[in-house]
């Protein structure tokens, strides 16, 4: 796995530090969004990733934030949203994270949290990233998920960054 490049400002070549750090030598990383329900971020505490060897890095919430870059392979996690529009399931937050083509090179998977009220759009923003940049769709989950979706998740990160090294 690549090393992360130096902190700074986020201009070319430079990356944010992670939000969490990974403790002992790093497997992989994950990149999340969260909302001001911070139903996204409690789930991400929970697995403790951190833990396990995985740097943690957030999008930014409100755009006055520095942006996130990262130059590290990493699994993206993100809520769905629209009630079922599939213009309004992915958050003009993680467009624009995965606009900047630094940030999309290092995309290799894609989990998603969802509400099964939403039907047949429930996780759709797991399903529209996953094609667009054709990353495998890892795992889905409903609203903050379960201890069993934390565990799930936690291996499954792990079983990724194991059997795809870089």
Do not use: W
């Amino acid at each position: 796995m690549a090393k992360p490049g130096p902190v700074g400002s986020g201009g070319q070549g430079e990356v944010s530090p992670p939000e969490l750090a990974a403790k002992g030598d790093r497997v992989g990383s994950v990149v999340y969004f969260s909302s001001a329900s911070q139903n996204t971020a409690r789930f991400i505490a929970n697995c403790h990733l951190e833990d396990e060897g995985i740097d943690v890095f957030r999008i930014p919430l409100r755009p006055k934030d520095p942006e996130l870059k990262v130059n590290q392979p990493y699994i993206l996690v993100v809520p769905t949203y629209g009630g079922g529009s599939a213009k309004k399931a992915v958050m003009p937050q993680i467009k624009r994270f995965l606009n900047d083509p630094q940030n999309r090179a290092c995309i290799r998977g894609v989990i998603a949290s969802g509400n099964t009220n939403f039907g047949d759009a429930f996780c759709m923003a797991g399903d529209i990233i996953s094609r667009k940049c054709q990353v495998p769709f890892l795992y889905y989950f409903e609203l903050m998920g379960t201890k069993e979706d934390e565990d799930k998740v936690r291996k499954g990160v792990l079983d990724f960054f194991h059997n795809h090294p870089e």
